[in-house]
């Protein structure tokens, strides 16, 4: 993908009007994750999307197969670069997931046990290529690819991606790492090595988001996991909204606080659920 090729591609993200785009399935397809670089996915989670790598040559061709029409027709729209069009897709589902950033629901037994015997403590960015290590160990099918991990470690360098961890004395049990746009922080994947723990983690970077300033957690993909967790869903032009503060362009992140604190102190804040 050549440089003039990501600027076009940074056009076609821009000129994309994914409010009338299916909530159910791809917006676009197409560019390069590595010649996008940080500035051209930071762009697309503005737009409210985010990026799905096909796992394999066979995933590929099937978008293809279901797509290609669309794409042909000008129907769906198709970002320059890369050598196959199809192994990258671009999603905005309708309606999408999110909860409030101090909303996030523990549950009962998980507040009791943090509140009586935890030893557990968390942090925020102090381990956030260990998270998406450990996010990426393992997932079937491969979506953080390296490509696309690497990119999201120059977003974190650049203070737009953040991690939350969950720890055992020095040990990582636990963790999650996502993207702020103003006040939302779309979270991309968690990964626990103890019962409850990757739960822990989006409570405690919702509560750092939320002190910060931030409103919403975005779950990205609904499901029985995240309506535990607290989501709800919320329509997409809302949601958009909401990306740029209510109105205006596309405002930094809020960045949480890093600084070491007992678990603890969430199951004593826990809400009910």
């Known amino acids: 993908m050549s440089p003039s090729e990501a600027l076009e591609a940074l056009d076609v993200l821009d000129a994309l009007d994914v409010r009338h785009g299916p909530g159910d399935g791809p917006v676009a397809f197409g560019g390069s994750l590595g010649a996008l670089g940080p500035e051209g996915l930071l762009a697309a989670y503005r737009h409210g999307l985010f990026p799905l790598p096909a796992a394999d040559v066979y995933a590929s061709a099937y978008s293809e197969a279901v797509y290609g029409d669309a794409v042909e027709a000008g129907e769906m729209a198709l970002l320059p670069g890369g050598a196959d069009p199809y192994a990258l897709a671009w999603w905005s589902p309708d309606p999408r997931p999110v909860i409030a950033a101090d909303g996030v629901r523990l549950g009962s037994r998980l507040a009791r046990r943090l509140r009586n015997r935890s030893t557990w403590w968390t942090s925020a960015d102090r381990a956030f290529g260990r998270v998406l290590a450990a996010c990426a160990e393992g997932r079937q099918p491969v979506w953080l690819t390296k490509e696309l991990a690497a990119v999201l470690v120059r977003l974190h360098e650049l203070g737009a991606a953040h991690s939350g961890e969950v720890w055992e004395g020095e040990e990582l049990i636990g963790g999650v790492f996502g993207i702020a746009v103003g006040p939302v922080l779309s979270l991309d994947s968690m990964f626990h090595r ?24 975005d779950a990205q993909w609904d499901g029985p996991h995240v309506r535990s967790l607290g989501a709800e869903p919320m329509a997409r032009s809302r949601y958009l909204a909401e990306l740029s503060g209510g109105g205006g362009g596309g405002a930094p992140g809020v960045v949480p606080d890093g600084a070491p604190l007992p678990a603890a102190r969430l199951g004593r804040s826990a809400r009910p659920g």
């Open 194 to 217: 103890r019962p409850d723990a990757a739960r822990v983690a989006v409570a405690d970077l919702g509560a750092r988001f939320g002190a910060a300033g931030g409103r919403l957690l």
